[in-house]
């Protein structure tokens, strides 16, 4: 096993404990002359995301794996011009047993997406308002896609014209100020889902230390039917919305990109050298931090929580910095590439929505408020009537600065 040791500043002398990933064996102390008081601290960080409890695996996160692969059959429908808006709206707010998937698993199950888009303890248990608006948009991109959209599958796209645009070896299918539905759906998703659910919800104390949570897990007393705690997993719950389609969940950084959400684009910013060795962070965050839960040591525990929060609110704005000035630099040509901006910056539109879920670390507020992320977005699409046609360089340029500067990276090595 690693031996990573964590220095814990809010305690004035180091305690020393060690840390198995099993309860059994698991030491608090170390006695000296029946002085059992603690003289170091040490955890050691498992080298991979196993835990077991009398030799079974206490990790669990099946209702994550559902509900991201009902998001990839849901992308995949975006593209399906014999679908209706009620067929992608009903597999959006799937109903246990309505045949909305191909997979079968996908239909038996109770789970949903929509249930679980903007839903979490921190930010929406007391604001349906936002929660109500934010859902309605990803209705409405559903809508869009197949009222505005298909009908012109096969009509050239204009200013003011939905329609196809090519963009190389591909061709894209855009609204009539630029947008693709789609990449909105997907990445804004990315936010109101994965983020969300993840650093405003399953890590949340909240949520970790509900009712008799922290008693039951010092306890072991373990979920009924079940071999972990109600603590270990709700920790596993937000492991599975980044790692829960991954060959290897155990060991996921060999296999970044094992689905259309976060898990993909932790992925790319860990391939731009200016931030490689962020995915190893997140992971190690997410290891050590279960670690801390066998452990009984809650503060390493949400010390490990912060980390993840910033490193994938990071993951958040790098990316949606990114894309916008991708699209800049397609339309900053002689010949402006269309088809690659248009399409980079959806992608950057779905990412500059999903900087509401995101988290400073030691607050319990975002990085943008949805007011200022609705205010990007207005700036976005209509600097003139025909939106992403008509948008400047020195907007993009603009909302790529105010992104940069709220983030521990620049704009240059973002755009990279």
């Avoid at 997406?113 to 608006?133: C, G, L, M, P, Y």
């Avoid at 061709?171 to 993840?198: H, M, W």
């Avoid at 094992?258 to 965050?285: H, M, P, T």
Wanted: hydrophobic residues 40%; glycine residues 6%; contains cysteine.
């Amino acid at each position: 096993m690693k031996k990573n040791l964590l220095l814990l500043s809010s305690i004035a002398s180091l305690l020393f404990i060690s840390c198995s990933s099993d309860d059994d064996g698991l030491e608090l102390s170390e006695c000296v002359d029946g002085d059992c008081d603690p003289i170091e601290s040490r955890i050691d960080n498992p080298d991979s995301y196993t835990f077991t409890r009398d030799n079974e695996s206490t990790v669990s996160f099946g209702g994550q794996t559902t509900r991201l692969k009902m998001g990839d059959e849901i992308l995949s429908a975006f593209t399906d011009v014999t679908s209706t808006s009620e067929q992608i709206l009903s597999m959006y707010a799937h109903e246990e047993g309505a045949n909305d998937f191909e997979d079968a698993d996908l239909n038996a199950s109770d789970k949903s997406v929509r249930s679980k888009t903007a839903a979490s303890a921190d930010f929406f248990a007391t604001n349906a308002t936002d929660q109500a608006v934010i859902r309605a948009d990803f209705d409405g991109w559903i809508s869009a896609q197949v009222d505005e959209v298909f009908p012109n599958w096969e009509v050239a796209a204009a200013a003011g014209t939905a329609g196809q645009i090519a963009d190389g070896s591909s061709t894209r299918y855009i609204n009539a100020q630029g947008l693709e539905y789609n990449q909105a759906f997907n990445k804004g998703l990315i936010g109101a889902l994965t983020i969300d659910q993840v650093v405003n919800n399953y890590l949340s104390t909240a949520v970790l230390d509900e009712g008799d949570n922290v008693a039951d897990n010092d306890a072991n007393v373990v979920v009924e039917v079940e071999v972990y705690t109600n603590m270990e997993h709700k920790w596993d719950e937000a492991y599975g919305y980044v790692y829960g389609l991954n060959a290897d969940a155990a060991n996921p950084n060999d296999d970044l990109g094992a689905d259309s959400f976060l898990n993909k684009y932790i992925g790319r910013v860990e391939g731009d050298d200016d931030f490689a060795g962020i995915a190893d962070e997140i992971f190690q965050a997410f290891k050590l931090g279960r670690a801390a839960i066998v452990a009984k040591q809650y503060d390493v525990r949400d010390a490990q929580a912060e980390i993840i929060r910033e490193k994938l609110s990071e993951v958040i704005g790098i990316r949606a910095v990114y894309y916008l000035q991708q699209g800049k630099n397609s339309l900053d040509q002689e010949a402006p590439d269309h088809g690659g901006a248009f399409h980079d910056l959806s992608e950057g539109y779905g990412f500059v929505y999903s900087l509401q879920f995101t988290r400073k670390t030691n607050s319990s507020e975002p990085y943008f408020t949805k007011e200022e992320v609705d205010a990007f977005l207005v700036d976005l699409m209509d600097d003139g009537e025909n939106g992403l046609w008509d948008v400047e360089a020195t907007t993009l340029d603009a909302i790529s600065a105010d992104i940069a500067a709220k983030f521990n990276f620049t704009l240059e090595q973002a755009a990279e």
